[in-house]
């Protein structure tokens, strides 16, 4: 079965601080990760993808297959991170499955 | 740009009635999803389309119906809206070769009364 976990539902950090939110998944094959986020009043947008191994506005997720993990990380949060973050699964067929989201509250 | 546009942001409806949620998309994406977000539980899937006429149903189709008769349009149907139907319903697109984002719409905040 194909399922996606996010540990923290709410999140709390100044402003400078390190950030990691924590995203776990079970697959058998080899799945597609992304990292969805939702700021306050827009829509549900794409913020990173496994397989394109890039930062956005400074984030970075690594795929860990042996922990079965995909966590988000950033060094320096800033206030504009507050958001609505969702790790999110593609695998089999054209389906997404998401985890229940983690609230990030960047705090000045 | 991928355009998915909810004509309804906000509705109230009340217990019983039958309810409409309309998705539009301008990019031909082949795949259409509706989700249902709940504080806690995340998005859960309800139905998706992957053609015209075609569905399948996701995690939770109870109590909704879906209606894709053109391939822009995704509609959301609850035949007898309840209580527990009151939430954040989520349009989304996406490709089938190479769809490896999905886009959101606006989405379109239920309260049944």
């Known amino acids: 079965a194909q399922r996606v976990t996010q540990p923290e539902k709410l999140l709390s950090v100044f402003k400078g601080a390190p950030v990691e939110l924590k995203c776990n998944y079970s697959?058998?094959?080899?799945?597609?990760l992304f990292w969805y986020v939702q700021y306050s009043r827009q829509r549900l947008q794409l913020l990173l993808r496994?397989?394109s191994r890039e930062s956005i506005k400074g984030f970075t997720a690594d795929l860990n297959k042996g922990e079965t993990s995909f966590h988000l990380k950033k060094p320096f949060a800033q206030e504009e991170d507050s958001a609505m973050y969702y790790c999110?699964?593609?695998?089999?067929?054209?389906?997404?499955?998401f985890g229940p989201g983690t609230r990030l509250s960047v705090l000045p | 740009d991928v355009k998915v546009t909810q004509s309804s942001r906000y509705l109230v409806k009340r217990t019983g009635e039958k309810v409409f949620l309309e998705c539009v998309q301008d990019?031909?994406?082949?795949?259409m999803f509706w989700y249902r977000q709940d504080p806690g539980l995340g998005l859960r899937l309800i139905y998706f389309?992957?053609?015209?006429?075609?569905?399948e149903k996701g995690d939770i189709p109870e109590g909704y119906s879906v209606s894709r008769e053109k391939k822009e349009r995704f509609s959301l149907i609850l035949e007898s809206a309840s209580t527990n139907q009151t939430s954040m319903y989520l349009c989304?697109?996406?490709?089938?070769?190479?769809?490896?984002?999905?886009?959101f719409g606006e989405g379109s905040w239920l309260t049944v009364v």
């Open positions: 989304a697109t996406a490709e089938v070769w190479g769809g490896n984002t999905i886009y």
């Open positions: 990019m031909d994406h082949e795949n």
């Open positions: 389309s992957y053609d015209v006429k075609m569905k």
């Open positions: 999110a699964l593609k695998g089999y067929g054209q389906n997404f499955v």
């Open positions: 496994h397989i």
């Open positions: 697959y058998s094959g080899s799945p597609e």
